[in-house]
């Protein structure tokens, strides 16, 4: 029993690893453990939420290591309308371009956002000489988790 927790704590950090290598981030212990919070949320994070979920990282610290996560494109930002961006973690093949661009869920009951990495958001023709840079498609509502509750 134990030894299969520690598998998964080796397989999980080496998952790590990969993604910091993968977007030509050096991985320090900050990076990893801000990741590693960031995959185990299973949701988008603001800057204040990994504040409180880390407790040994300042904020100034948190700040800088997600402006190089967006840099690298190992994260997304997410304005969800609640006031706070949040970012959550990209998956490997996405390059962050308009095409790459999924649904959000915003829930109103517990204020967690949400990637639907599957639902790419709908081509939608602008008028001439207007130019999109990023596009933010968000739904809000009650998520599964509160709805069964
Ligand atoms: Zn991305
Ligand atoms: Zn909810
Ligand atoms: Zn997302």
């Known amino acids: 029993m134990e030894a299969e927790l520690k598998n998964k704590e080796f397989d999980e950090e080496t998952k790590i690893?990969?993604?910091?290598?993968?977007?030509?981030?050096k991985a320090t212990s900050t990076r990893v453990l801000v990741l590693k919070t960031m995959i185990r949320a299973g949701c988008a994070l603001s800057i204040g939420d990994l504040e409180e979920a880390l407790e040994t990282v300042d904020k100034s610290t948190i700040f800088r290591t997600l402006?190089?996560?967006?840099?690298?494109r190992l994260v997304h930002c997410i304005d969800?309308?609640?006031g706070s961006l949040k970012y959550?973690?990209?998956?490997?093949?996405c390059d962050c371009s308009l095409e790459k661009?999924?649904?959000h869920f915003y829930c109103e009951r517990c204020h967690k956002t949400y990637c639907f990495e599957g639902l790419s958001i709908p081509r939608?023709?602008?008028p001439k000489n207007f130019?999109?840079?990023?596009?933010?498609?968000?739904?809000?509502?009650?998520c599964k988790n509160c709805s069964e509750r």
């Open 17 to 25: 690893l990969n993604k910091l290598s993968h977007r030509d981030i």
């Open 88 to 93: 959550a973690v990209c998956q490997d093949d």
């Open 67 to 72: 402006t190089l996560f967006h840099e690298h």
């Open 80 to 82: 969800d309308g609640s």
């Open 124 to 126: 939608i023709i602008l």
């Open 101 to 103: 661009e999924h649904v």
């Open 131 to 142: 130019k999109t840079n990023e596009a933010n498609f968000v739904f809000k509502g009650v």
